[in-house]
Antibody, heavy 124, light 108 residues
Framework: QLTLKESGPTLVKPTQTLTLTCTFSGFSLTTSGVGVGWIRQPPGKALEWLAL???????RYSPSLNSRLTVTKDTSKNQVFLTMTNMDPVDTATYYCARGLYSVSGLGVYFDYWGQGTLVTVSS | SYELTQPPSVSVSPGQTARITCSGDALPKKFAYWYQQKSGQAPVVVIY???KRPYGIPERISGSSSGTMATLIISGAQVEDEADYYCSSTDNSGDHEVFGGGTKLTVL
């Protein structure tokens, strides 16, 4: 059974750094073509892709948030971490991690399994 | 930055065909993916690689792509298909994923 679960603080203060952990099971992040992505969704708003880390340590970031994001992994513990600096109230959202798969032709990446999400509120 | 454009809402009666569009400049060269999100739940992929259906997704849900537009088609829409639908794809550089703004499908 393939699962992912996000964990981390539910409340952070403005200017603080957020660190979220995605703990997964049922797949390996050493398998070619596999990655773990982070996606967020402010209350009542659309999904927003944040970051991806792949089996080969390559990573990608949203251009608009690139300077604030870092994604890392601990393959031995089946965990992926997302760090977001300088948090602001507009960053209040449900944060999801999801397994990313390269399409066979390499023409895209899609997310086939998602965690339940964790709501992070930014407030003083 | 790259954008995918979807209509905010689509409404159909039960049994009708719903079509949700997604436009983006890179779609001629990149795949489109579609996610269904029901209220309070995590998204579920319903179409990948423009038109492929994951196991367990009903056959009435299909996808197509032509030029700069991808389309999600729900034939014989049912009340249980009511949800927000998001398209996603990759920009021309291949380095950045993006989601569309989402389309609320109402079936009533």
């Amino acid at each position: 059974q393939l699962t992912l679960k996000e964990s981390g603080p539910t409340l952070v203060k403005p200017t603080q750094t957020l660190t979220l952990t995605c703990t997964f099971s049922g797949f390996s992040l050493t398998t070619s073509g596999v990655g773990v992505g982070w996606i967020r969704q402010p209350p009542g708003k659309a999904l927003e892709w944040l970051a991806l880390i792949f089996w080969n340590d390559a990573n990608r970031y949203s251009p608009s948030l690139n300077s604030r994001l870092t994604v890392t992994k601990d393959t031995s513990k089946n965990q992926v971490f997302l760090t977001m600096t300088n948090m602001d109230p507009v960053d209040t959202a449900t944060y999801y991690c999801a397994r990313g798969l390269y399409s066979v032709s390499g023409l895209g990446v899609y997310f086939d399994y998602w965690g339940q999400g964790t709501l992070v509120t930014v407030s003083s | 930055s790259y954008e995918l454009t979807q209509p905010p809402s689509v409404s159909v009666s039960p049994g009708q065909t719903a079509r949700i569009t997604c436009s983006g400049d890179a779609l001629p060269k990149k795949f489109a993916y579609w996610y269904q999100q029901k209220s309070g739940q995590a998204p579920v992929v319903v179409i990948y690689d423009d038109s492929k259906r994951p196991y367990g997704i009903p056959e009435r849900i299909s996808g197509s792509s032509s030029g700069t537009m991808a389309t999600l088609i729900i034939s014989g829409a049912q009340v249980e298909d009511e949800a927000d639908y998001y398209c996603s794809s990759t920009d021309n550089s291949g380095d950045h994923e993006v989601f569309g703004g989402g389309t609320k499908l109402t079936v009533l």
